[in-house]
């Protein structure tokens, strides 16, 4: 174990600034420190708040990831920071801080696609991803399916959403029921005490002449509002734990269905399933009962580390450095539309990747 990478991890593409230590594959530390009460009021994250939380909590929250890890940060062998995509603001944060410590170090820097890590974080909980693995990423940003071979240089998306990511649609329809922000937690709660038979509401691009990989989430959350609507104009209580309960059955269903075809047609026997909506109770107990029926072996990571954080970034980076790829430049910068192809953002040749004329300038 003392001869495998030790690489600390930061994250801050949206509300959350995760910082987080691995060795190898082990997890040493995860910390987090979450702006989410500060959005609560606005019904949804605001970019400049989430920016101002990530500058105020990013020095004590790398403190706290090294001190809960017992090490120095001139221990580590490497630092990975999310360079996209995300909120550019958010992402500016981290990168500016990556960079900073990468440089003070002397120590290689790993700009990383924050989608990539949200695979390679199952590491920590399973052993290494087989190759290849089918990826399903569910978030409040993207909704996609991904065959994966070697996590950090080979990743084809195979289909995505085509408006509404899940997560954005639990958020939505959390808004309709006056559930509160974020909608995704409280909906999976309330949905445990309704009946997910109650309400039909429609599965989207479930056709036979549908993009069979593809999402579509937004006429679902319309039918959801319509529905509720229809109720409260007729003076009728509107039984709002059927109603969380049958809009999170019309998700999942979805999700999980394309998911086994498209392990079926690959012929890939390993699902991973990742991102924020992954920590739904109902999604993760749909996906084992379809996996063991169509014997597939399924890989979803702890509840914690679905949603954003520091680890999976760490994650990804000590894989980056294990398998020898080569560092980012110190002119990385963030790119809030990384596409899902780009695992990391690497220097060009001849480029400084160890920040010689960094250090030229602060002597200069």
């Not at 801080?97 to 199952?122: F, Q, R, T």
């Not at 950090?152 to 808004?175: M, N, Q, Y």
């Not at 079926?264 to 739904?280: E, F, P, R, S, Y």
């Not at 509840?303 to 110190?330: I, K, Q």
Request: charged fraction near 25%; hydrophobic fraction near 40%; proline fraction near 5%.
């Amino acid at each position: 174990m003392a001869d495998e990478p030790l690489v600390l991890g930061i994250e801050t593409s949206c509300d959350e600034t995760g910082v987080g230590i691995v060795r190898g594959t082990t997890l040493l530390a995860d910390a987090v420190a979450s702006s989410v009460n500060d959005h609560a009021r606005f019904g949804g994250v605001v970019p400049e708040i989430a920016s101002r939380a990530h500058l105020e909590a990013m020095v004590p929250t790398i403190q706290r990831a090294l001190d809960t890890a017992g090490i120095k940060a001139s221990d580590l062998d490497g630092i990975a920071v999310t360079a996209g995509p995300g909120l550019a603001g958010a992402l500016l944060v981290g990168v500016s801080a990556a960079k900073a410590y990468a440089w003070a170090l002397d120590k290689p820097l790993y700009g990383v696609n924050h989608l990539a890590s949200h695979i390679c974080v199952d590491q920590l909980e399973h052993g290494r991803l087989p190759e290849p693995t089918m990826a399903l990423l569910v978030s409040g940003g993207h909704s996609s399916l991904l065959l994966t071979g070697d996590i950090t240089a080979d990743v084809r998306p195979l289909g995505a959403t085509i408006d509404d990511a899940a997560g954005e649609a639990f958020d939505k329809v959390a808004r309709v029921l006056g559930l509160g922000f974020p909608g995704g937690p409280v909906v999976d709660r309330r949905a445990r005490e309704g009946d997910r038979k109650a309400i039909h509401f429609p599965r989207g691009l479930s056709g036979p002449k549908d993009p069979e990989y593809d999402f579509s989430f937004s006429g679902l959350k319309t039918a959801v509002a319509r529905w509720v609507e229809a109720k409260r104009r007729a003076g009728e209580e509107v039984p709002i734990a059927d109603v969380a309960a049958s809009f999170q059955e019309a998700v999942t269903d979805v999700l999980t269905r394309k998911a086994i075809k498209a392990c079926k047609d690959h012929d890939v026997d390993h699902l991973m399933i990742g991102g924020g909506v992954a920590a739904n109770s109902r999604l993760r107990a749909l996906a084992e009962q379809r996996c063991e029926r169509a014997g597939i072996r399924l890989r979803v990571p702890r509840p914690g580390l679905c949603t954003d954080n520091g680890a999976m970034v760490a994650a990804l980076g000590a894989e980056m450095v294990w398998r020898n790829r080569e560092p980012s430049a110190f002119d990385l910068s963030a790119d809030s539309s990384l596409p899902l192809t780009e695992v990391s953002v690497p220097a060009p040749q001849h480029t400084d990747v160890h920040g010689e004329a960094y250090r030229a300038l602060g002597q200069s």
